[in-house]
């Protein structure tokens, strides 16, 4: 906890939130899947991300690209998942199992990882 409070502390002197710190182009983002909905829906990613998706949920979820370019399959609950996008675009998807449940990844050539 000290260590963290001191890392935080320093980037505020220099003038950088921690909050605001964004990976580089090829890092990797996380989605977690958590009461039957994607945390972060919309996650602004620059092309070359991995994203990963973490089943948070006590239920069964899917990654489902709406126009079916990716696919899941069945996540069990502390399942991962990990798709990357390679060009700039906006990729919507949603839970095969709950179609209700739907999330996009946003690829911006200028873009950082932003949720």
Sequence with gaps: MNALLLASALL???GASPIAAAPAANAAATVHI?????HAATLTVAPG???RFVNDDGE???VTA???SF???GLDTSDAWTHTFTKP????YFCALHPYM???VVVRATGGTTQ
């Excluded at 675009?89 to 919507?92: F, H, I, M």
């Design 12 to 14: 505020a002197a220099l």
């Design 34 to 38: 958590k009461d039957f909905a994607y």
């Design 60 to 62: 069964a979820h899917t």
């Design 102 to 104: 739907k999330g996009s």
């Design 89 to 92: 675009g906006t990729y919507t």
């Design 49 to 51: 991300t991995t994203v």
């Design 71 to 73: 696919d899941s399959a």
């Design 66 to 68: 709406s126009d079916k």
